[in-house]
């Protein structure tokens, strides 16, 4: 048995030799999406601090200023979670009817409402009303997108385009970040109303977009309509793959392998067998990626930095975290695929949670000397750098953990929308059910932190980072013992692993059979440098062949 020995830089030409112009597009344009959900957590983070939105909406205080009180702003924050549950949990089962296209270009229709009566308000109950319909459409978009870039991309850049969505989450909470320093001292009502407004752009362009770009090969094979489905993967595979007709044998492996199970299972197979270790990787990923501290960073970072008297500086820091977020997902993102989810999991939750406790230490005093403030400044970056690079890996988890017979269901939350990627329930079915389930555990952690972390930050300032770097180290041990390793692995040969018991450790090197195997290997062609360790997985296969014959 031997590695590979290629070199990182050869890997990350395999990553994208199969990338074409139109994968590339698709891959753009869905991923402006992200682009919107990044820009209205930070946007409103940092509105939060403008004088104009406090005035509107915040409480008189002493001296003739107003503010958010913390129960006032953990009530904004919070709660709108509620319309991404609902959204998230409203988007699977019209995926399976309509596709994917057609649910985002809901979801933007949607948001344009949302941000209309954001930018109209005059009180808080309205524009958290608002809040709530654009997250609607988060939850939307947040399971689709992801489910429609895993189906349309080979199992080697997989990771790297769905990954993605943090990559383009950072940018726009670059951008938000910049558009609240231009205005933090504004006391007009255009102060607040212009960082709003900016939303519009991304759905808009979405809306025309999703025109040009074509259906999920796997969806239209699920409803029967092959030869679409070969015109899809023609579209998005290379040239030299279509003239040698691989695009055709891709087409009837992936067929093949959706035909073996077809049944539909009920929701509590998604805890019976093997789903139940895949549900319970997909679930406790995301919601210990919730307490992990991000909510502190990108929701309430002004706040928390006023508190510890930096707040001269507060919105020149959020670009600075912003800009290295953005600096880290992009490494995460090509590392992924590189080096392996599993590995930069474990390693990275480690070293962040380092910054984290350095935050507690270096923000112990009131008012911290210009190198303690210097060092905490430092810490939350370096801690944004590295928590980035991660961020997206629960997702690529979530997509392709599911399993076909709990997947078709209209119950496809956990998927992630807990966005779709490497462990498979076993496919249609189990990705829809486990993605429901996973969105439903993320949004309902990410809450929890949108709720709390106002009175934290109120009662023990600095001191949340022990409290956030524990959870990181415990979710360090989670990880080395119970997630397996998905890298360039195709969604069914996941099911294949999973069914067939594989320890998490030694899926890095055990290679399937069958159907699972070939769509593998012709969406890689000859990229992957699985190793070849068949073992317990061939003895499943020909107990399944013999099953079948019997």
Not at 106 to 131: D, M, N, Y
Not at 153 to 168: E, H, K, W, Y
Not at 298 to 320: C, E, M, T, W
Not at 364 to 371: E, F
Request: glycine share 8%.
């Amino acid at each position: 048995m031997a590695s590979s020995s290629r070199n990182p830089l050869t890997r990350l030409h395999g990553v994208f030799k199969k990338m074409t112009w139109t994968l590339f597009t698709a891959w753009m344009i869905t991923s402006l999406l992200n682009v919107m959900f990044g820009y209205d957590t930070t946007s409103f983070a940092g509105v939060q601090s403008i004088p104009s939105f406090d005035k509107q909406f915040g409480t008189p205080s002493k001296g003739g200023t107003y503010a958010l009180s913390p129960s006032r702003a953990s009530f904004m924050s919070s709660c709108a979670f509620a319309g991404k549950l609902l959204g998230a949990l409203s988007a699977p089962l019209p995926v399976e009817w309509f596709g994917h296209r057609y649910i985002l270009w809901l979801g933007c229709c949607i948001a344009f409402l949302g941000i209309i009566i954001e930018a109209t308000s005059s009180t808080v109950a309205q524009f958290v009303v608002g809040r709530n319909i654009i997250y609607f459409s988060v939850g939307m978009v947040e399971v689709t997108v992801p489910m429609y870039q895993a189906e349309l991309c080979p199992a080697a850049m997989r990771g790297t385009i769905v990954g993605s969505m943090q990559l383009f989450n950072q940018v726009g909470q670059i951008t938000a970040a910049g558009v609240n320093r231009a205005f933090y001292q504004s006391t007009k009502r255009s102060g607040w109303l212009v960082p709003v407004c900016v939303q519009l752009i991304c759905p808009f362009v979405v809306v025309f977009g999703l025109f040009i770009v074509p259906d999920a090969p796997r969806w239209l094979l699920s409803k029967s309509r092959f030869e679409d489905a070969v015109k899809s993967l023609e579209r998005v595979r290379p040239g030299e793959d279509v003239r040698a007709g691989l695009c055709r044998k891709e087409a009837e492996a992936i067929r093949e392998a959706l035909d073996n199970k077809v049944e539909k299972g009920p929701w509590i197979d998604l805890v019976r067998g093997t789903n139940l270790r895949r549900t319970t990787i997909v679930l406790t990923l995301l919601l210990l990626q919730q307490f992990c501290g991000q909510g502190f960073v990108s929701q309430y970072s002004p706040r928390f930095y006023k508190k510890v008297g930096l707040g001269a500086h507060a919105f020149d820091y959020n670009i600075a975290s912003a800009t290295a977020g953005w600096a880290g997902c992009l490494l995460g993102m090509i590392a992924s695929d590189i080096v392996g989810r599993r590995d930069l999991l474990i390693w990275g939750c480690i070293t962040f949670s380092l910054f984290l406790f350095l935050v507690s230490g270096l923000g112990l005093h009131a008012h911290p000397s210009p190198s303690e403030a210097r060092g905490l400044v430092a810490s939350v970056v370096l801690y944004i750098f590295i928590f980035t690079g991660l961020v997206a890996l629960p997702y690529r988890f979530g997509a392709t953990h599911a399993d076909k017979t709990v997947q078709n269901s209209g119950s496809n939350f956990v998927c992630y929308c807990f966005r779709s990627s490497d462990c498979g329930l076993e496919r249609e079915d189990g990705w829809s059910r486990n993605c429901y389930q996973a969105s439903l555990i993320h949004v309902v952690g990410a809450f929890i932190v949108a709720f709390c972390v106002p009175y934290l930050i109120n009662a023990i300032s600095a001191n949340i980072g022990w409290l956030f770097g524990g959870i990181a180290l415990f979710t360090a041990t989670w990880v080395f013992f119970f997630v397996p390793e998905t890298k360039n692995r195709s969604l069914e040969e996941m099911d294949e692993l999973f069914s067939a018991r594989i320890p998490a450790r030694k899926f890095k090197h055990t290679e399937t059979v069958g159907a699972a195997h070939r769509v593998t290997e012709l969406e890689n062609a000859g990229l992957s440098d699985v190793v070849t360790e068949p073992g317990k997985v061939q003895e499943w296969h020909d107990e399944q062949l013999s099953a079948k014959a019997g």
